[in-house]
C-alpha cells in the first residue's frame, strides 16, 4: 500500500489546490438566443435517436404563426429521416427550397427563383460589409478598386454611427464604382440587404479581407460555368450532430472528401437572387436566431444556396490559396469560446429544421492557382502533372 507520508502529501496538493482555486469548474456550454429550450432531447434527436412526439419548443410560435413556411413537424420513433423532419403545416404551400430537399425532386435555381433563366454576366459587384473598422476598410477599399469588378457596394453597419466624411469623399471620387449603402436597421442579416444591383454575380466579403485582384478575375471565370453554386475562397466541413464544423486539410488530406460547404463572408461568388431568398419569409425564423446571436449569416447562406441545387450538385467550388486573405493587424473581432459556441449550436439547429443538404465537393472542382498560367486549375490536374514530371504515382496516404 502506499506509505502514510505519501497518501498525506498527495491529500495536501487537493486540499491546497481546491482552496487557492487552481483548479477551475468547465464552463457550461452558451446556448444562442431562442435556443435555450432547444435541449438535449433535440440534440439527440439531432443525433439520430428519435423523441417520442416532442415538437422543438423554440420554435412553437413559428409554427402556429408563420404562413407560407416549411417547419418542423412532430418527430417519430420510427424512421425518423430528414425528410421526416421536415413537415409542412396543411394548409400552406412548402418552401420551393425545402420541398426539392424532402422529395428530391430536380428544382433548379430557377424554379426557386421564380422561373427566371440565370444569364451569363460579363462582371461581378463586390459587397463589403463593414463595421468600427475604419482604417482597414480604407485599406481594403483601395485594393478592391484596383480590381476590374462593376461596381464596390460599401455596406455601412455602424447604425449608431454616421458614415464619416472621407468615406463620403472616397464615394465621390470614384462615382459610379463605389456606392454606400447604409443599413435601414441595427441587424446583422443587413450585409445581405443590396438593392439595385447591376450584375447578376456578386461577391460578399468582409472589411477584413482581402483576395488579389487576379484571384478575383479567375474565380469570377470559374463561377460563370456554375452560377447557381457557390465558388469562393473559405471552404469548410460541417459535421451535423454536435460536430460542428471545421478548417479543411486540403492540402495534407487531399485523398479523401473534405469540403461540403463555404462561407462567403470570407470571399465567394453567388448569384444576386440568393440575397432575395435569404429575406424571404419561408426564413424568417431562421434569420431571427442569427440577428439576435449576432452571428451565422454565413452558415445560414450556405443552407439557401445547397437546398435550391439539384441533388448531386449542392457542393461548393473551392478556390485555394496558399496565403491567408485575413489582415490580421486590422481583425479586432475576435469570435471566442462563447461565439463559437453560439455558431455551433445555431448550425446544429439548422440541421434540426433544415436537414443535411451539403455535399462534399468533387476533388475536380477544387482548384489552386498556376502562376506560370495566371488562371485556377484543377487541384487534381496540378497533382497529375507533378506525378508525370517526377515519373511518381499517386500514392493513398498513411
Same mark, same amino acid.
Given at each position: 500500500?502506499?506509505?502514510?507520508?505519501?497518501?498525506?502529501?498527495?491529500?495536501?496538493?487537493?486540499?491546497?489546490?481546491?482552496?487557492?482555486? +487552481?483548479?477551475?469548474?468547465?464552463?457550461?456550454? %452558451?446556448? *444562442?438566443? $431562442?435556443?435555450?429550450?432547444?435541449?438535449?432531447?433535440?440534440?439527440?434527436?439531432?443525433?439520430?435517436?428519435?423523441?417520442?412526439?416532442?415538437?422543438?419548443?423554440?420554435?412553437?410560435?413559428?409554427?402556429?404563426?408563420?404562413?407560407?413556411?416549411?417547419?418542423?413537424?412532430?418527430?417519430?420513433?420510427?424512421?425518423?429521416?430528414?425528410?421526416?423532419?421536415?413537415?409542412?403545416?396543411?394548409?400552406?404551400?412548402?418552401?420551393?427550397?425545402?420541398?426539392?430537399?424532402?422529395?428530391?425532386?430536380?428544382?433548379?435555381?430557377?424554379? %426557386? @427563383? $421564380?422561373?427566371?433563366?440565370?444569364?451569363?454576366?460579363?462582371? #461581378?459587384?463586390?459587397?463589403?460589409?463593414?463595421?468600427?473598422? /475604419?482604417?482597414?476598410?480604407?485599406?481594403?477599399?483601395?485594393?478592391?478598386?484596383?480590381?476590374?469588378?462593376?461596381?464596390?457596394?460599401?455596406?455601412?453597419?455602424?447604425?449608431?454611427?454616421?458614415? *464619416?466624411?472621407?468615406?463620403?469623399?472616397?464615394?465621390?471620387?470614384?462615382?459610379?464604382?463605389? %456606392?454606400?449603402?447604409?443599413? /435601414?436597421?441595427?441587424?446583422?442579416?443587413?450585409?445581405?440587404?443590396?438593392?439595385?444591383?447591376?450584375?447578376?454575380?456578386?461577391?460578399?466579403?468582409?472589411?477584413?479581407?482581402?483576395?488579389?485582384?487576379?484571384?478575383?478575375? /479567375?474565380?469570377?471565370?470559374?463561377?460563370?460555368?456554375?452560377?447557381?453554386?457557390?465558388?469562393?475562397?473559405?471552404?469548410?466541413?460541417?459535421?451535423?450532430?454536435?460536430?460542428?464544423?471545421?478548417?479543411?486539410?486540403?492540402?495534407?488530406?487531399? #485523398?479523401?472528401?473534405?469540403?461540403?460547404?463555404? !462561407?462567403?463572408?470570407?470571399?465567394? =461568388?453567388?448569384?444576386?437572387?440568393?440575397?432575395?431568398?435569404? =429575406?424571404?419569409?419561408?426564413?424568417?425564423?431562421?434569420?431571427?436566431?442569427?440577428?439576435?446571436?449576432?452571428?451565422?449569416? /454565413?452558415?445560414? @447562406?450556405?443552407?439557401?444556396?445547397?437546398?435550391?441545387?439539384?441533388?448531386?450538385?449542392?457542393?461548393?467550388?473551392?478556390?485555394?490559396?496558399?496565403?491567408?486573405?485575413d489582415d490580421k493587424k486590422c481583425s479586432t473581432l475576435a469570435l471566442g469560446n462563447a461565439g463559437m459556441a453560439k455558431r455551433c449550436n445555431l448550425l446544429d439547429y439548422f440541421f434540426y429544421v433544415l436537414g443535411f443538404p451539403m455535399e462534399f465537393?468533387?476533388?475536380?472542382?477544387?482548384?489552386?492557382?498556376?502562376?506560370?498560367?495566371?488562371?485556377?486549375?484543377?487541384?487534381?490536374?496540378?497533382?497529375?502533372?507533378? !506525378?508525370? +514530371?517526377?515519373?511518381?504515382?499517386?500514392?493513398? *496516404?498513411?
Amino acid at each position: 500500500g502506499l506509505s502514510p507520508k505519501l497518501v498525506a502529501a498527495l491529500a495536501s496538493f487537493v486540499i491546497a489546490t481546491v482552496y487557492l482555486g +487552481l483548479w477551475k469548474a468547465p464552463k457550461a456550454t %452558451v446556448l *444562442p438566443v $431562442g435556443l435555450r429550450d432547444w435541449s438535449r432531447n433535440e440534440k439527440n434527436a439531432v443525433r439520430g435517436a428519435g423523441t417520442t412526439n416532442e415538437t422543438d419548443a423554440a420554435l412553437q410560435g413559428w409554427m402556429t404563426n408563420e404562413t407560407g413556411a416549411a417547419v418542423l413537424g412532430a418527430r417519430t420513433t420510427k424512421n425518423n429521416t430528414k425528410n421526416a423532419v421536415l413537415r409542412a403545416p396543411t394548409n400552406t404551400k412548402p418552401n420551393a427550397a425545402l420541398r426539392a430537399h424532402n422529395t428530391n425532386k430536380t428544382e433548379t435555381l430557377s424554379a %426557386v @427563383m $421564380g422561373a427566371r433563366t440565370i444569364h451569363q454576366t460579363d462582371s #461581378y459587384t463586390i459587397i463589403m460589409a463593414t463595421f468600427r473598422r /475604419d482604417k482597414c476598410l480604407n485599406l481594403s477599399i483601395t485594393h478592391y478598386l484596383n480590381c476590374n469588378m462593376r461596381e464596390l457596394r460599401i455596406k455601412w453597419q455602424d447604425f449608431n454611427r454616421s458614415v *464619416p466624411d472621407w468615406l463620403w469623399q472616397v464615394q465621390s471620387d470614384n462615382s459610379g464604382r463605389l %456606392v454606400i449603402d447604409v443599413a /435601414d436597421a441595427d441587424y446583422l442579416s443587413s450585409r445581405f440587404k443590396v438593392d439595385r444591383l447591376q450584375t447578376e454575380a456578386v461577391f460578399p466579403v468582409d472589411d477584413d479581407v482581402r483576395h488579389p485582384c487576379f484571384y478575383l478575375r /479567375d474565380g469570377f471565370r470559374i463561377w460563370q460555368r456554375t452560377p447557381s453554386q457557390i465558388v469562393g475562397f473559405a471552404p469548410r466541413r460541417v459535421v451535423a450532430g454536435g460536430g460542428c464544423y471545421r478548417l479543411p486539410s486540403v492540402w495534407r488530406n487531399i #485523398y479523401y472528401p473534405i469540403i461540403n460547404t463555404m !462561407w462567403v463572408t470570407k470571399g465567394a =461568388f453567388l448569384h444576386r437572387d440568393y440575397l432575395k431568398v435569404y =429575406f424571404s419569409q419561408d426564413y424568417a425564423h431562421l434569420r431571427n436566431l442569427v440577428d439576435g446571436n449576432l452571428t451565422g449569416e /454565413d452558415m445560414l @447562406m450556405s443552407f439557401i444556396v445547397a437546398l435550391a441545387n439539384p441533388p448531386g450538385q449542392r457542393w461548393p467550388v473551392t478556390l485555394l490559396s496558399r496565403k491567408s486573405p485575413d489582415d490580421k493587424k486590422c481583425s479586432t473581432l475576435a469570435l471566442g469560446n462563447a461565439g463559437m459556441a453560439k455558431r455551433c449550436n445555431l448550425l446544429d439547429y439548422f440541421f434540426y429544421v433544415l436537414g443535411f443538404p451539403m455535399e462534399f465537393t468533387p476533388f475536380s472542382e477544387i482548384y489552386t492557382y498556376d502562376k506560370s498560367r495566371s488562371i485556377f486549375v484543377p487541384l487534381s490536374d496540378k497533382l497529375r502533372m507533378k !506525378w508525370v +514530371l517526377h515519373g511518381q504515382s499517386p500514392i493513398e *496516404p498513411v
